[in-house]
């Protein structure tokens, strides 16, 4: 059984998981951001800042979240240094392009880039909620950090930053065309039929993430 995690389909295997854990928290990540163009006056969005940052189940969530980072971005690189390895790497290019998308033949690049830009994210408002000196705000007698304020100013106040969340957003939608089908592929669901659902369903998906993510920054250049 230990095999498996060393080998070529347990790693596999292991990424595939990995990511489609990721992609659930994604999923909720942008339904808690569109609260910040859903409602001007922000309050909203510090509500679900703030269940997020009290929430003793989204305390249990957020390490196992890093760790499933973690685990995603190791047994990517590996995979990757594997093939490398294994493959020619002009048979590979030209073999490549013939049968396969430009999103799946770059995803590493695509996921490296992710990783960039979330740790300038994570420096700029995690880091700053957790351990930082944030801006308060009473909502209905409660006490709480005005999320709000510091994550419009960012857009705002830094178009570099907007831009950067942008292209961060077109990135994750082009690395989810491929990832998302892939995942279920790995899993087993790897029959002609069911793989056809999964890659429209992967497009659809991409698009509505790369979509949602890219109008909030659009949103506060525009209207604010």
């Known amino acids: 059984m230990s ?14 998981i ?3 854990f990721l992609i ?19 309050e909203l969005f510090n509500l679900a800042a703030h269940f997020m940052d009290s929430n003793p189940i989204v ?10 980072f973690a685990v995603h971005i190791i047994y990517a ?9 294994t493959r020619p790497q002009k048979y590979s290019v030209q073999n490549n392009k013939a049968t396969s998308s430009w999103s799946s033949r770059n995803m590493y690049i695509l996921g490296t880039l992710i990783v960039l ?13 957790k351990f930082g000196i944030m801006p308060t705000i009473t909502i209905d007698g409660t006490i709480m950090n005005d999320a709000y304020l510091v994550v419009s100013k960012s857009f705002i106040n830094h178009f570099w930053y907007s831009l950067l969340y942008i292209a961060s957003g077109l990135f994750l ?30 497009l659809v998906y991409a698009i509505i993430i790369a ?5 909030i920054p659009l949103y506060f250049l525009i209207f604010m």
């Open 24 to 42: 659930s928290f994604i999923c909720v990540h942008l339904s808690v951001n569109l609260l910040l163009i859903f409602d001007d006056s922000g």
């Open 211 to 215: 979509t949602g993510f890219s109008i």
């Open 173 to 202: 939608g082009l690395h989810l065309t491929h990832g998302f089908w892939s995942a279920f592929q790995t899993i087993g669901w790897s029959n002609t039929l069911w793989l056809k659902k999964l890659k429209t369903i992967a």
């Open 3 to 16: 095999n498996i995690f060393s080998s070529s389909i347990g790693r596999k295997l292991i990424m595939s």
């Open 59 to 68: 305390k249990i969530v957020e390490p196992l979240l890093a760790i499933g």
């Open 117 to 129: 830009f979330l740790a300038v994210h994570l420096s700029d408002y995690f880091y700053k909620i």
């Open 18 to 20: 990995s990511g489609l």
């Open 77 to 85: 690189t590996i995979i990757t240094i594997q093939n490398k390895k």
